[in-house]
């Protein structure tokens, strides 16, 4: 069974750009959430989301946003890019709401310049 | 504010030693308390949770043991190996929190062999 995918692996954005990240959750798996890691801010919360819709969301402004299509993939975007927005994005897949466990895919590495 | 609380921020042990990682929440609402694994350039990896109606989950060479009156929670690795050389992070999930998981800060194990 495949894990959970996500796409790009590394991405350099300059400030002020936008850019989307791909999460694709293991097969079966309805529910993603995704999280911001930095070493001065550890793993935080973005939002996560069960069929199609966005059931909770982190202290992050509103540049922040993602969706979920009909197959449970999902992406992210952020706009108006920071330097302070380079971080590790990981993408977590879990069966259902709730569901106690929650599998991590590699991570994008997203650097801003 | 930090709801979850980890500690050390870093350990050295030697090789065949016990490994000790303690956690405190602030939030009684938690009902599920997983720790994580995380290798260089890899996603956090679960490693084992445990429900606060238990005080004590083992699995292999890695157990949890849960207070909960004191809100505290930890994981002991017993004959810590180099390769358990990581970065361990302890979580905690409310029960109307659907997948979103809370991190601690994070502890940076290094066995020597």
């Known amino acids: 069974k495949a894990g959970v995918t996500q796409t790009p692996r590394y991405l350099i954005k300059t400030r002020g750009q936008q850019v989307t990240l791909s999460c694709s959750p293991i097969s079966g798996h309805r529910s993603v959430s995704w999280y911001q890691q930095t070493p001065g801010q550890g793993l935080q919360f973005l939002f996560e989301y069960f069929s199609e819709t966005q059931r909770n969301k982190g202290n992050f402004p509103g540049r922040f946003s993602g969706r979920q299509f009909s197959n449970s993939r999902s992406e992210m975007n952020v706009s108006t890019l920071e330097l302070g927005d380079s971080a590790l994005y990981l993408c977590?897949?879990?069966w259902g709401q709730g569901d106690t466990e929650a599998f991590f895919g590699q991570g994008t590495r997203l650097t801003v310049v | 504010q930090q709801q979850v609380k980890q500690s050390p921020q870093s350990l050295i042990v030697q090789k065949g030693g016990i490994s000790i990682i303690n956690c405190a929440y602030e939030?009684?609402?938690?009902?599920?308390f997983p720790w994580y694994q995380q290798f260089p350039g890899k996603g956090p990896a679960l490693l084992i949770a445990i429900r606060p109606d238990v005080s004590e989950k083992k699995e292999g060479r890695f157990t949890i043991s849960f207070n909960k009156s004191a809100k505290q929670f930890s994981l002991h690795i017993m004959d810590s190996q180099p390769g358990d050389s990581a970065t361990y992070f302890c979580a905690a999930r409310g029960k109307t929190s659907g997948s979103r998981l809370t991190f601690g800060e994070g502890t940076q194990l290094t066995v020597n062999p």
């Open positions: 939030n009684t609402a938690f009902d599920y």
């Open positions: 977590a897949s879990s």
